[in-house]
């Protein structure tokens, strides 16, 4: 049930799960409205209830498009445990959604690691994606984030099996992540090459992100191949971007993106 049917808030969308031969259920919102349709992608240990989520579903029902949004494999409602999957299995996640649960073209806003995925899905499903929104785009950032650790501590990591991985949105302080989840990340960096992706890109970034540096965004707007691409720096900016002015902008971005897929289409 959606907890949003309690009196004195507003209709949101109602929970569902699609069940997968080969993963466990996977919970999401879905509006059905006009094309392009928007699908968020929430960052890594985030879930579809955050506040650029709820408020990606308020904008996309007043303008009566489409609209899903979904907790990846073992976050949020989503059946599983986090620590036991990987970047992999949250690609098969979006592309699930793309090829399952919707038709037509999408816009995919992808927020930190939902960054990282969203390229991801546009280079393997390039027919469904007609734009991205990077929020504080987080390409190969855990396989960066290793790479920069002194050689005996990475040492320590691979024959510990296991890395604390430094977060101020974990309660510990830390996300534990395994040697293996490393390993298989480094198969879906993006940043080393030219990225095939052809579509509209729009990358907003804060300059005061201490979490995933400004400079990820400019290497994506480099190596795609598309030339409709803008990079938007918010200079009071933080990582979340989830303030009120963060949000409208995120919100006029997707707008301008949807009326030029309009007028093209």
């Known amino acids: 049930m959606a907890t949003s049917d309690l009196p004195g808030t507003r209709y949101k969308s109602t929970i569902q799960y699609a069940t997968r031969p080969d993963l466990p259920r996977l919970a999401y919102r879905k509006l059905t ?5 928007v699908v968020f992608l929430p960052g890594f240990a985030s879930t579809m209830s955050g506040q650029k989520a709820e408020a990606l579903e308020e904008f996309c029902k007043s303008l009566g498009h489409s609209y899903l949004r979904f907790d990846y494999t073992g976050c949020g409602a989503s059946d599983g445990q986090m620590e036991d999957y990987n970047i992999g299995v949250w690609k098969k996640d979006v592309l699930y959604v793309l090829d ?26 390039p027919e469904k994606v007609a734009a991205l929104v990077g929020i504080a785009t987080a390409a190969d950032h855990f396989v960066a984030a290793f790479n920069a650790l002194p050689i005996e501590v990475k040492k320590e990591v691979e024959e510990r099996g296991s890395w604390a991985f430094p977060s101020r949105y974990s309660a510990e ?16 960096c993006v940043l ?8 509209p890109v729009r990358l907003i970034h804060g300059l005061q992100d201490e979490d995933v540096s400004w400079h990820v965004s400019l290497q994506v707007a480099e190596r795609v191949l598309s030339t409709d691409v803008d990079l938007i720096l918010r200079k009071g900016g933080h990582h979340r971007l989830s303030e009120k002015e963060d949000i409208k902008l ?12 309009t007028t093209l289409g």
């Open 192 to 199: 080393a090459s030219p990225i095939p992706v052809t579509c």
């Open 33 to 37: 409205g006009k094309s392009p349709g």
């Open 100 to 125: 399952k649960l919707l038709e037509g073209p999408q816009i995919l806003v992808g927020s930190s690691m939902g960054g990282w995925l969203m390229l991801l899905a546009a280079l393997a499903r």
């Open 250 to 261: 995120i919100v006029y971005t997707i707008d301008d993106l949807i009326d030029k897929l």
């Open 173 to 188: 302080g830390f996300y534990p992540l395994s040697f293996a989840f490393l390993r298989e990340a480094e198969k879906h």
